[in-house]
């Protein structure tokens, strides 16, 4: 059974650099895109961006200009960095398996990584 | 982006009640329509794909239908497990968008 479990620092300060990684257990790593989506506190979900296996990226263009993911295959892990971050990135962070150029339904969630950033 | 609105934004249900769900896109989005169950503290589930497909071990007391701009989640019988919230999402532009989430609460 496909799992997802990701990790990462809780509590940052504004200005600091969020990031998470996610690790794929028991499923195949190579047929499918990973996306990050973040749900701020009583809020909805957004999109952050996505990755697959050769390391082709999409982002959220609201999100473009701090958001870098990349991929280690040796590991089947991805990861996610946010730089500069501000009070308005606090929100619990998960990684998902699917989108990409299928348009592939979010199927298996990580758990979920609540951020803080606070001074 | 395509703009996903949900109504209502919460509703009161009893047990045994059928509860449907609407989610509207702002532009055409063909069957590219996603719907998701979350309850507190837990990451999404996926219910359905393809605006009406049930996914592998969803009761299928949950049905989606819809195209083009409208969609509804339906829970024909809601039982005790199945409060929660859910969310719809577009699959068909990136980036992908929800909607704010209609939260089902026990009346």
């Known amino acids: 059974q496909v799992q997802l479990q990701q990790w990462g620092a809780g509590l940052l300060k504004p200005s600091e650099t969020l990031s998470l990684t996610c690790a794929v257990y028991s499923g195949s790593f190579s047929t499918y895109y990973f996306t990050w989506v973040r749900q701020s506190p009583g809020q909805g979900l957004e999109w952050i961006g996505e990755i697959n296996h050769s390391g082709s990226t999409n982002y959220n263009p609201s999100l473009r200009s701090r958001v870098t993911i990349s991929v280690d295959t040796s590991k089947n892990q991805f990861s996610l960095k946010l730089t500069s971050v501000t009070a308005a990135d606090t929100a619990v962070y998960y990684c998902?398996?699917?989108?990409?150029?299928?348009?592939?339904?979010?199927?298996?969630w990580g758990q979920g990584t609540m951020v803080t950033v606070s001074s | 982006d395509i703009q996903m609105t949900q109504s209502p934004s919460s509703v009161s249900a009893s047990v045994g009640d059928r509860v449907v769900i609407t989610c509207r896109a702002s532009?055409?989005?063909?069957?590219?329509l996603v719907w998701y169950q979350q309850k507190p503290g837990k990451a999404p589930n996926l219910l359905i794909y393809?605006?009406?497909r049930l996914q592998s071990g969803v009761p299928s007391r949950f049905s989606g239908s819809g195209s083009g701009t409208v969609f509804t989640l339906t829970i024909s019988s809601l039982q005790p497990e199945d409060f929660a919230t859910y969310y719809c999402q577009q699959a068909r532009s990136s980036p992908p968008t929800f909607g704010g989430g209609t939260r089902v609460e026990i009346k």
């Open positions: 532009q055409d989005i063909s069957a590219w």
């Open positions: 393809g605006a009406s």
């Open positions: 998902a398996r699917g989108g990409g150029p299928r348009s592939d339904a979010f199927d298996i």
